[in-house]
């Protein structure tokens, strides 16, 4: 099977629809309409214009294009906020973007992850020997 291009949208919760539940997707989705609960993936979530979601998000990019966002969010590769976007929550990603006009309620933290650091900085695993 040949790989999707990056642009291409694998699911979409579309406007007037609400969801209720745990949402696990591989690709990108994007959520237009109503959403609560818990959402997991290793690829791309977009909050679309006029999209609520009541969520702690966790994933590897996430692009809010205007909706609002209450809950955590954990974007392992990188977080953006356009305007008029809300988000009311922690977040936590190595990449952070916010435009001016966004609405954003809460801490946020930049860790670079264990697969970013140089092999240098990285703790020794236990029952291995670092070399200097």
Not at 46 to 62: K, Q, R, S, Y
Not at 93 to 114: A, H, L, W, Y
Request: aromatic share 4%; charged share 30%.
């Amino acid at each position: 099977m040949d790989a999707l291009p990056a642009t291409e949208i694998t699911a979409l919760l579309g406007r007037g629809t609400r969801f209720e539940g745990k949402l696990y997707f591989e690709g990108r989705v994007r959520i237009d309409g109503v959403f609560k609960g818990e959402i997991k993936s290793d690829d791309t979530l977009i909050i679309g214009d006029g999209a609520e979601v009541h969520a702690e998000i966790d994933v590897a990019t996430v692009i809010v294009r205007g909706g609002a966002v209450h809950g955590n969010v954990r974007a392992s590769q990188a977080l953006e906020i356009h305007s008029p976007g809300k988000l009311i929550g922690n977040i936590s990603s190595p990449s952070i973007f916010i435009e001016r006009g966004v609405e954003f309620q809460g801490s946020c933290r930049m860790d670079v992850t264990e697969d970013d650091k140089p092999a240098d900085a990285r703790p020794a695993r236990e029952g291995v020997t670092a070399r200097a």
